[in-house]
């Protein structure tokens, strides 16, 4: 069931993989993160799903949709639509094994990054973009800020231990 947020965003979590085994704290935290996010760009009047699922439904979304035949972390669908002063601003998948993969790898908190890619996947919806090095410049300036409303470091700063962490990840749309 989709819930309203302060701004007036309808968000709906479908969890389609028995592989999120805490599905009510992915759900809060993906329902958090968007509505800071929401709040951060003022969003009013707005409708959108979220999608918890795994590597193989995401590769296969990946592969018929952007011609990747690869698992990624989050994808966006943005549609832009109005319909009965709603935007219905499309859907944002996510994949349980990459999340936790890179979490892992990265040595962050899941929920860290989970919420990090829900922001991400949002700020698509909402046009933004990381194909040129400006975008990605100011994408990740905004991620950065909604993040920091949540209590959430700064997920491109190198990891502890003096490791670099890929500036660049596989990045998704």
């Known amino acids: 069931m989709p819930r309203a947020t302060p701004h007036g965003c309808k968000i709906d979590v479908l969890v389609e993989s028995d592989l999120w085994q805490h599905p009510g704290q992915a759900k809060a935290a993906v329902r958090r993160a968007i509505r800071t996010a929401a709040a951060a760009l003022s969003t009013k009047r707005a409708e959108l799903a979220v999608v918890l699922t795994d590597d193989a439904a995401i590769r296969l979304l990946n592969r018929n949709?952007?011609?990747?035949?690869?698992?990624?972390?989050?994808?966006?669908?943005?549609?832009?639509?109005?319909?009965?002063?709603?935007?219905?601003?499309?859907?944002?998948?996510?994949?349980?094994?990459?999340?936790?993969?890179?979490?892992?790898?990265?040595?962050?908190?899941?929920?860290?990054?989970?919420a990090h890619l829900a922001v991400h996947g949002f700020l698509h919806l909402n046009g933004y973009d990381h194909g040129r090095a400006d975008e990605a410049a100011a994408m990740e300036r905004l991620e950065r800020a909604i993040l920091r409303r949540l209590a959430i470091g700064d997920p491109y700063q190198e990891r502890a231990g003096g490791a670099p962490k890929r500036q660049r990840e596989r990045r998704s749309r």
């Open 65 to 114: 949709w952007r011609g990747i035949d690869a698992a990624t972390n989050v994808l966006s669908f943005p549609t832009k639509r109005v319909g009965d002063g709603l935007l219905l601003l499309g859907d944002i998948v996510l994949a349980y094994e990459t999340v936790a993969r890179e979490a892992h790898r990265d040595g962050k908190p899941f929920a860290h990054h989970l």
